[in-house]
């Protein structure tokens, strides 16, 4: 049973538009969230994170959605520029021991298409 | 290095053979993880290093997988008797305390024929 899920396989925005990507989580002990951005032939590159304690959290053209209550998380680009285009991971963790495993459990991705 | 690296970036082998993956992380980083990643699904945890001992293998899927990182630092996947299952690119992550933000290599690109 998938604990973090991205529904949307993939997404196509305009450039210059703002790019919205969804999260959905069951495991109610994980207390840390985190985006990767991911091109090809390379690794998940860190984007963005949240703690639980906080609702948003933003870094320039990224800003991080926490909805603890519905246990969703959306990560936010605006603009969103050609580069953008990329999968995007969701991610999750419980910090505190006891609370899951220690690594982080990943969605599917969402491929984000920017389109000119 | 500046980044986590591994090696080799390939890694074509044939069934029922034995195989080995590094990692050499970022310097200071103490946590460092495994992960599997299929086509089509995100990284999937295998194992949790806190500097040289395993703290969590519960994502290791059978007893042919086995990792090590015997000094803190580099860590070695070790893969027995390989099946075609296996098949996937296995990353290596490692970050300065368990479960904050982990920095990833470009992973090791397995395929078992």
């Known amino acids: 049973d998938q604990q973090v899920k991205q529904n949307s396989p993939s997404l196509s925005v305009q450039e210059g538009r703002i790019s919205i990507l969804n999260c959905d989580y069951t495991n109610s002990m994980f207390d840390y969230f985190l985006w990767y951005k991911k091109y090809p032939a390379e690794g998940p590159t860190f984007l963005i994170s949240i703690s639980s304690i906080k609702d948003k959290n933003e870094d320039g053209r990224f800003t991080v959605f926490l909805n603890k209550s519905a246990k969703h998380l959306s990560l936010h680009i605006v603009p969103s520029q050609p580069g953008d285009s990329a999968v995007y991971f969701c991610a999750a963790s419980a910090r505190r021991r006891g609370g899951g495993a220690d690594g982080l459990t990943f969605g599917k991705g969402t491929h984000l298409i920017i389109q000119p | 290095g500046a980044g986590v690296s591994q090696t080799p970036s390939n890694k074509v082998t044939e069934k029922g053979k034995y195989v080995e993956l590094r990692c050499d992380p970022i310097s200071g980083h103490t946590a460092l993880y495994w992960y599997r990643q299929s086509l089509g699904q995100g990284p999937e945890f295998l194992i949790y290093f806190q500097g040289t001992g395993a703290a969590d293998d519960s994502g290791l899927p059978n007893d042919r997988f086995f990792a090590v990182r015997p000094e803190g630092s580099v860590s070695t996947l070790k893969i027995q008797r390989t099946e075609r299952g296996d098949s996937a690119v296995y990353l290596c992550?490692?970050?300065?305390?368990?479960?904050?933000?982990?920095?990833f290599g470009q992973g090791t690109r397995l395929t078992v024929v």
């Open positions: 992550a490692s970050s300065l305390t368990r479960n904050t933000e982990a920095f």
